[in-house]
């Protein structure tokens, strides 16, 4: 019987560990490889993490997904409001000077309603009339809103083709003369008859502004039955205005 003899050397695989001595770990070098998991989006691979690989196997891949911007959401905040400054400052313009002569648009102010602009006019003109009357604000903005509803049912009875919309806006703008006027009345509120004029002349230059755009050749002989309510109608404005 032949003596056992030495056992023959044993070679590791790739996927066994082997044990070195620390005398012969100096010449050993190496790295681990991560593994190489790759992840199809358009196109482009890209390495997925541990934590992310993880997820999409227990079923949680749809926490990483990510939408692609709409550029609908990247609007301005005045566009997505659809508040136009330059087209608020033109009727601003076509209001404050209704003259024929100078050359401006005056239709688009009927044509093309807005609702921001009229309501700042109406909101700076209820500031300007809190002048130790807080409740005017709200009611000045009643008086807007209702106002404008009876001088578009008048209008429309009349025979007038117009939108409530385009008469909320007329109505509101119109405003702007009464607010020019304003600081006048502050200076000249001692004299009287100054005093009273130049309220005459607001209520005019507001109610013509007004009138001349609601107001078109499709009334004919009825002009005078709409005219005459948006007279009164200004007046009651500034009554709230100054008080009396």
């Known amino acids: 019987m032949q003596p056992p003899g030495p056992s023959p050397a044993y070679s590791p695989t790739n996927?066994?560990?082997?044990?070195?001595s620390s005398a012969d770990a100096e010449d050993l070098s190496g790295s681990i490889a991560s593994p190489d998991v790759k992840l199809n989006l358009g196109?482009?691979?890209?390495k997925e993490s541990t934590a992310t690989t993880f997820l999409r196997q227990r079923g949680y891949g749809w926490l990483l997904e990510v939408e692609d911007d709409d550029p609908e959401d990247n609007k301005p905040l005045l566009e997505e409001l659809d508040i136009d400054l330059k087209d608020i400052y033109y009727k601003i313009r076509c209001v404050l000077m209704p003259m024929p002569s100078l050359g401006f648009n005056r239709q688009v102010v009927r044509d093309n309603p807005d609702f921001w602009g009229p309501?700042?006019?109406v909101l700076f003109f209820s500031m300007i009339s809190l002048y130790g009357?807080?409740?005017?604000?709200?009611?000045?903005?009643?008086?807007?809103?209702?106002?404008?509803?009876?001088?578009?049912l008048l209008a429309r009875v009349l025979g007038g083709e117009v939108a409530y919309g385009q008469v909320l806006g007329v109505i509101g703008y119109s405003l702007l003369p009464l607010i020019v006027i304003a600081p006048i009345l502050l200076v000249v509120g001692s004299f009287e008859v100054v005093s009273t004029l130049i309220k005459l002349f607001g209520v005019f230059w507001a109610a013509y502004s007004a009138a001349s755009l609601l107001v078109g050749e499709e009334f004919k002989t009825k002009k005078p039955l709409l005219i005459y309510p948006i007279f009164l109608l200004y007046i009651y404005f500034l009554s709230l205005y100054t008080g009396v």
Do not use: H, M, P
């Open 15 to 20: 996927g066994d560990f082997t044990f070195v």
């Open 133 to 152: 009357q807080f409740r005017v604000v709200s009611w000045i903005i009643t008086i807007w809103i209702f106002g404008s509803l009876t001088i578009f």
């Open 43 to 46: 196109g482009d691979f890209i």
């Open 119 to 121: 309501l700042a006019v």
